[in-house]
Nanobody, 119 residues
Framework: QVQLVESGGGLVQAGGSLRLSCAAS????????MAWFRQAPGKEREFVAR????????YYADSVKGRFTISRDNAKNAVYLQMNSLKTEDTAVYYC????????????WGQGTHVTVSS
């Protein structure tokens, strides 16, 4: 099991930036695929981005490609989501998730952090 705690959410104007952080504990972090998901009000949770255990492989949802960047620091047991050029439709609760494979990277979840983008 791994415990995940997100931080960094808040209120930002459209066009602005935020950096989300996810701190992990309880299991060898460097062995985990990590991902960010989000859930907007009234909508289902959706995939945002994922990163391989080494940090060399990343993959993004089309809706955030070119605006968001996922990264990790295995020495700090942390994964980040840099969000630039934010749009009102990026408003959501953002969740960190992790697992030992891509198929199981939703095995562990954080509690979420709120991001609100105002027009």
């Amino acid at each position: 099991q791994v415990q995940l705690v997100e931080s960094g959410g808040g209120l930002v104007q459209a066009g602005g930036s935020l950096r989300l952080s996810c701190a992990a504990s309880g299991r060898a972090f460097s062995n985990l695929y990590m991902a960010w998901f989000r859930q907007a009000p009234g909508k289902e949770r959706e995939f945002v981005a994922r990163i391989s255990w080494s940090g060399t492989g990343t993959y993004y949802a089309d809706s955030v490609k070119g605006r968001f960047t996922i990264s990790r620091d295995n020495a700090k047991n942390a994964v980040y989501l840099q969000m630039n050029s934010l749009k009102t439709e990026d408003t959501a609760v953002y969740y960190c998730a992790g697992g030992t494979t891509i198929a199981t990277m939703t095995s562990n979840w954080g509690q979420g952090t709120h991001v609100t983008v105002s027009s």
